[in-house]
């Protein structure tokens, strides 16, 4: 009776009680762990509701769309998938690529667009467009053809709907549901009004056309990918081999020939903007200033100049009105934003060495910088033109949380924080700037979404998420362990900041094995206040530290401590990395002997150059799907931090792994999707070939028909089972 009512206390303090113990089958079984998070949740265009795409309770990949009605302040299921379309969903080769690169993952309705009165919607569903009008509550199918119609969207005044087919782009009058080709020539290599492939993979952008305000025209791009090499890659699946021919723009080789055409949609009539004499660019964005002037950022083939151009219908004429340059490279970002009362715009830029907002007048003039100092803005998130207050998310209180923030249009004033809790926020603006949806987590808290006035008021929970008596993970979270945060002074000066998880039941007086989870690669952080991944809390659970470090490379800190990459990959990545294994082998309770690697994708090439170059360091490594030779990846991300191979091939084959394979002192273990059409399977047949010629042994686990997110319930039971098995086998003397 005494140890049941001690048990009782420590539950009743600790605010939990179980006894479950958290295992990889659970981590991959429904429900999900961390609750349901809504996804792509928007603000309908008149203000009324709040919508989002949420899974069933009895089919968590089956999306429904929601609404949180503003009015009378409640949730309910505003479309059902099924009075749309019921049965198989089959995806075309091109559609399943481009939901691959989007990381969308289910069935039902996975797409939505509103028309501008907010009084119908849009989806595209099993290959076919639908158009469903709010107010009769009832559906119309507006195309029925074998072909995929994707890049569904109603144009600004609500006239026409438009979308891609066959490599053209289409719009259906819908007063008349008259159907018309806008382009004809989209055949082969030539497609009309559609992302190219390093557009989507590489640029975030996933459209190739633009609707001018008043529906009168549309800007789209053609490109061309006759200069690209075709190549034939193999995805291997249990029962077959798929032969892919793909034109695939790997670094050093042609890109796409690209145009950009404006069309008169009444007539059909199309001009062609003058580009330039350098025809070897990119078009990452394009946006319209007004109903007559288009603009779009031209950047150069070594990304080390971006411009902003603006063409104007009327005079036909194309001018600059500004240009950002670098000695490494110039990001990209989504910041550009026309104010529709005053010639003026709000532009970001990293030219004092970090992400800030600046305006301008549309004559190119510089009119003030709106942000400063040693932090990033992370986006614009919102302009209330009205009251004269911009809105952004960025970093100025903390390298490791994004914040909500406001600043005076005027740059007077000092900025205010609008978000209270630690953690990541996420934030969607209402169209008029009145209120804000906040998807946020942290380290002790899965994703909650919640409804917000401007001030940061909150409205309501949209999905609170909370962790209490029936929710999935209540049962795990007595034996839950929270991580450390923490920085480290590197040698060279810089500061390193790193997370850091004891083992379950930790007894400072013991030594403990160590995973070091990895990912290293640039455009990413791994050290944040936000819900971490399950292989993280589970490898505690079984007695680890687990630590990670964001290294120089990494995203959020600024340009000086992202470009010391440039030309330099695997160098200044790995030096840091060894920095936080110093750092541990400095802490009584770590086993310095059992340090171990873990990563995928750029996480595993840093496993891989960890192992080769900091054999001391490391005693085992987990390597997935790895890039090995960046000769092998595409132009624009590998061209952006390694320049081009055919100057700078030195530079390619120092960040390579090849000539560091005689390094390998530990055990190391190497999987790979065999259909991965991201980092591509060859990176893994041409190392292991060479580890087999040097006569060097490791272990190698293939997935077939896997891509390279390695998608599936068993497949991720079987990947995160063998990373642990293999670190037991190797990492622990209890073994």
């Not at 670098?326 to 970002?333: A, C, K």
């Not at 899965?446 to 949209?462: A, E």
């Not at 120089?552 to 936080?580: C, H, L, W, Y």
Request: with cysteine; glycine share 8%; aromatic share 12%.
């Amino acid at each position: 009776m005494k140890r049941k009512l001690l048990a009782l206390l420590s539950c009743t303090f600790a605010g939990f009680c179980s006894a479950e113990t958290l295992t990889i089958e659970r981590i991959f079984s429904d429900p999900a762990l961390a609750g349901t998070a809504p996804r792509a949740l928007e603000y309908s265009p008149d203000g009324r509701r709040v919508t989002f795409l949420r899974g069933r309770e009895e089919d968590y990949n089956r999306y429904d769309l929601w609404e949180y009605n503003i009015a009378d302040g409640r949730s309910r299921v505003l479309v059902n998938s099924d009075s749309l379309h019921r049965g198989n969903e089959v995806l075309s080769d091109e559609e399943k690529a481009r939901r691959e690169r989007q990381r969308i993952y289910g069935s039902g309705i996975m797409e939505y667009s509103w028309s501008e009165d907010g009084q119908s919607l849009l989806f595209p569903l099993a290959g076919d467009v639908y158009y469903y009008d709010l107010d009769k509550k009832s559906a119309r199918r507006l195309t029925e053809t074998e072909a995929f119609e994707t890049d569904v969207r109603v144009s600004p005044k609500g006239r026409y709907v438009s979308f891609i087919r066959d490599q053209d782009i289409f719009i259906v009058d819908l007063e008349t549901s008259k159907e018309r080709a806008l382009t004809s020539d989209g055949k082969g290599p030539v497609k009309n009004g559609m992302a190219e492939f390093v557009a989507q993979e590489e640029m975030d952008r996933m459209t190739g056309y633009w609707w001018s305000p008043d529906d009168r025209h549309i800007a789209f791009l053609q490109f061309d990918e006759t200069p690209v090499d075709e190549v034939t890659r193999s995805e291997i699946y249990a029962d077959r081999i798929d032969m892919i021919r793909q034109r695939y723009p790997a670094a050093g080789r042609a890109n796409v020939n690209i145009r950009l055409g404006v069309m008169e949609v009444d007539s059909g009539k199309t001009r062609w903007v003058n580009l330039g004499e350098e025809q070897d660019i990119y078009i990452p964005r394009v946006d319209w200033a007004s109903d007559d002037v288009l603009t779009f950022q031209w950047q150069s083939r070594d990304q080390q100049k971006l411009v902003l151009r603006a063409y104007d219908l009327n005079s036909g004429n194309t001018r600059s009105l500004l240009s950002e340059s670098s000695d490494t490279w110039v990001n990209l970002s989504d910041d550009l934003y026309f104010l529709k009362n005053s010639d003026q715009f709000i532009w970001s830029s990293e030219r004092d060495g970090y992400k800030h907002l600046y305006l301008y007048g549309f004559n190119g003039k510089l009119l003030k910088q709106l942000t400063a100092g040693d932090w990033v803005v992370d986006e614009l998130e919102a302009v209330d033109e009205k009251n004269g207050i911009v809105y952004f998310s960025g970093r100025k209180d903390s390298d490791i949380e994004r914040h909500l923030y406001r600043v005076n249009l005027q740059g007077e004033g000092h900025i205010q924080r609008i978000s209270k809790r630690g953690g990541m926020h996420g934030i969607e603006f209402a169209g008029d700037g009145s209120g804000y949806i906040d998807k946020f987590t942290s380290i002790t808290t899965p994703p909650q979404v919640s409804l917000h006035s401007s001030d940061g008021k909150r409205i309501t929970w949209l999905e609170e998420n909370a962790v209490a008596e029936g929710h999935p993970l209540y049962p795990y979270m007595d034996q839950w362990i929270t991580p450390e945060f923490g920085t480290i002074k590197a040698s060279q000066g810089h500061k390193l900041n790193y997370r850091l998880y004891k083992p379950a039941n930790f007894d400072a007086k013991k030594r403990y094995p160590v995973m070091v989870f990895v990912y290293g690669g640039p455009h990413a952080q791994v050290v944040t206040n936000s819900w971490d991944k399950f292989i993280n809390q589970y490898m505690a659970q079984q007695g680890y530290i687990v630590f990670s470090l964001d290294n120089r490379g990494s995203a959020n800190r600024g340009t000086a401590f992202e470009n010391p990459i440039f030309k330099n990959m695997g160098n200044p990545e790995v030096e840091d990395q060894v920095t936080g294994v110093k750092f541990l082998r400095s802490l009584p309770y770590v086993d310095s002997d059992n340090i171990g690697i873990y990563g995928h994708s750029y996480g595993g090439y840093m496993a891989l150059m960890s192992m080769f170059k900091a054999g001391d360091y490391f005693k085992a490594g987990v390597s997935g799907a790895p890039v090995t030779d960046w000769m092998l990846y595409d132009t624009h991300y590998t061209e952006r931090y390694m320049g081009n191979p055919n100057k700078d091939a030195e530079a390619y084959q120092a960040s390579s792994v090849f000539p560091y394979t005689d390094g390998l002192k530990g055990a190391l273990l190497i999987y790979h999707g065999m259909a991965d059409d991201n980092v591509l399977f060859t990176n893994t047949t041409r190392l292991i070939k060479q580890l087999q010629d040097n006569g060097q042994q490791f272990e190698l686990m293939t997935y077939p028909g896997k891509k390279h997110s390695l998608r599936g319930k068993q497949t991720r039971i079987h990947q995160y089972g063998m990373i642990k098995d293999f670190f037991d086998r190797h990492l622990r003397d209890d073994t």
